[in-house]
């Protein structure tokens, strides 16, 4: 499967991905410039991304605890996710993702 991912550069890159991978630990390993300081525990909000429109609603709703560490991220707009809070599966093949803005 492919995840479809635009880095802070605008270049879009394909990468590869397995069903049940964590997004935020595949565009780490991509070195996509996630961050990724809590290790993906949904406690810091550094892989925050922008869900392409289309994909947004084929996702699950973001929990309690993700709504309140986008609360905190910056630049956050209706399709901000934590890619930590997304499991991959087959239903996501070709999910689109821009990565959001560094807040350092």
């Not at 499967?1 to 595949?26: C, F, N, W, Y």
């Not at 609360?71 to 996710?81: G, L, P």
């Amino acid at each position: 499967m492919i995840v479809s991912v635009i880095d802070r550069e605008g270049k879009t890159h394909e990468l590869p991905a397995k069903p049940g991978q964590v997004l935020m630990r595949v565009l780490r390993d991509a070195d996509m410039g996630i961050k990724a300081e809590c290790d993906g525990c949904c406690a810091c909000a550094t892989c925050h991304i922008y869900v392409d429109n289309d994909w947004y609603a084929k996702l699950d709703t973001p929990a309690d605890e993700e709504q309140d560490m986008l609360d905190e991220a910056f630049d956050v707009q209706e399709n901000s996710r934590l890619s930590c809070q997304i499991t991959l599966s087959e239903a996501t093949d070709g999910l689109k993702v821009v990565i959001a803005p560094d807040w350092d």
